[in-house]
């Protein structure tokens, strides 16, 4: 039986292993888009040339303070180290005076990014000559109400952005399992929101029913009708930002896409995009999927390792068996994520998620939703075997031990098997 290899990331290394060529289903792997070879000239094109705006500079006056998002270090596949430099350049031949700007890393309710992570999200040069800070929801003081969404949701965002002359939005446009696509609107929801408008403009992501769990409304390329994604929208509608600058990956992970101009119609131009890569139609699931996140930083812990395990189970029949590699140095990061897990049964969790509503809680929360539909495996570190049990998963060390738990969950001898090369980022769309 001829036998088909396959390497794929793990962390900031590979994993090597073969599988019987007979027995592939799938290898989902997306279209291929090519970058640019040339990306500051493209960048700077792109500024110059935005979708239903003017050109970034004509909205730019001497003096004028201006707050610029980033994502913070959990995205740092958006390379912004390469082109946020150019960004600031071109501000700054605009009129604008580095002390004049602001990068504000964006991390939601997320951990405080170290000054070593600045340096990495952002570049040394650009450390040094502009004010890099990190957003702090838990700053109530540092915040600025603004007003309610539609659905009841208090807006108040970081006092920088709302007291800015100009804002602009940067960040990378993949799936996004929550509220369809990432990019855009998240740059501010939750990006520079308080924690009191995180967890009431998240909380739409639950069924109204205590006890049912996640909404299946909140999910990957779901925005119509999607609650979370639109009470986003309107989150964001409030900070009126004066410009986005969103990139879309290829499968290689280096940026294909620019889309910069007004914050909706843009973003709204790169899921496009994303569709077009990323979105694969299969006519039939897995009993076995291996997946992998896409390597660092996209498997630097479980909680974004999830990402993969959600795309992976829509290609795993129902009893299936997901093995995902996922190296999660920072396994216990963010610290509450395995908090949940200490609730004895998925009610208690779900009542509890709803009491206090944390994004950690709801990703908590999907990861048993998830072990529900069949066995997920995670390949990884074996310092992390014993934690990474209390969130439901079958954690392993080898890909040996990960295929031969896989075989024996499955029920065949011969299962069909899908491989998913950028698991965190490939959606399959069952035909």
């Not at 990402?307 to 129902?318: L, Q």
Request: charged share 20%.
């Amino acid at each position: 039986m001829a036998g088909k290899n396959f390497i794929l990331r793990y962390g900031k290394g590979e994993v090597a292993f073969s599988i019987p060529e007979e027995q592939l289903l799938y290898e989902l792997t997306g279209r291929e888009r090519k970058a640019p070879t040339d990306l500051p000239a493209a960048y700077r094109h792109a500024l110059d040339h935005p979708i239903d705006s003017p050109p970034l500079k004509e909205l730019l006056k001497p003096g004028n303070k201006v707050a610029v998002m980033v994502s913070d270090i959990t995205r740092g596949w958006q390379r912004n180290a390469e082109v946020l430099p150019l960004l600031l350049e071109y501000l700054q031949a605009a009129g604008i005076s580095y002390d004049d700007m602001t990068v504000i890393i964006a991390v939601g309710a997320h951990r405080q990014n170290t000054a070593e992570e600045f340096v990495e999200l952002c570049s040394a040069g650009v450390c040094h000559r502009v004010r890099v800070i990190n957003h702090n929801a838990w700053d109530s003081s540092n915040m600025v109400y603004l007003g309610r969404t539609s659905r009841g949701t208090e807006v108040a965002v970081n006092r920088i952005v709302a007291e800015a002359d100009r804002v602009i939005l940067t960040g990378g446009v993949i799936y996004h399992y929550m509220v369809g696509y990432g990019g855009g609107r998240k740059s501010v929801m939750p990006g520079v929101s308080s924690l009191r408008t995180i967890q009431q403009s998240h909380m739409w992501a639950m069924q109204s029913e205590i006890g049912a769990g996640s909404s299946p409304l909140a999910a990957n390329k779901m925005t119509a009708g999607n609650p979370a994604h639109e009470d986003m929208m309107e989150v964001a509608a409030f900070v009126e930002p004066d410009f986005i600058v969103n990139v879309v990956p290829n499968l290689e992970g280096d940026i294909t896409g620019i889309f910069t101009g007004n914050w909706i119609s843009a973003w709204l131009e790169a899921t496009r995009m994303v569709d077009d890569i990323f979105g694969v139609k299969i006519h039939k699931q897995a009993d076995i999927v291996i997946a992998s996140a896409g390597g660092y930083p996209k498997d630097i812990n479980l909680y974004q390792t999830q990402k993969t395990i959600d795309n992976a189970v829509y290609a795993m029949k129902p009893g299936g068996a997901a093995v995902i590699l996922g190296e999660c140095p920072d396994i216990d990061e963010p610290k509450e994520f395995f908090d949940w897990f200490k609730y004895p049964t998925f009610f208690e969790m779900d009542k509890a998620v709803r009491s206090n509503f944390l994004i950690s809680g709801w990703v908590a929360l999907r990861q048993l939703e998830y072990c529900r539909k069949g066995t997920i495996i995670l390949l990884t570190r074996r310092e992390n075997l014993e934690l990474a049990r209390k969130a439901g998963v079958h954690p392993v060390s080898s890909m040996v031990d990960a295929m031969r738990l896989a075989y024996e969950v499955c029920g065949t001898d011969k299962p069909g098997i899908t491989i998913m090369p950028q698991g965190a980022n490939t959606f399959p769309i069952l035909a």
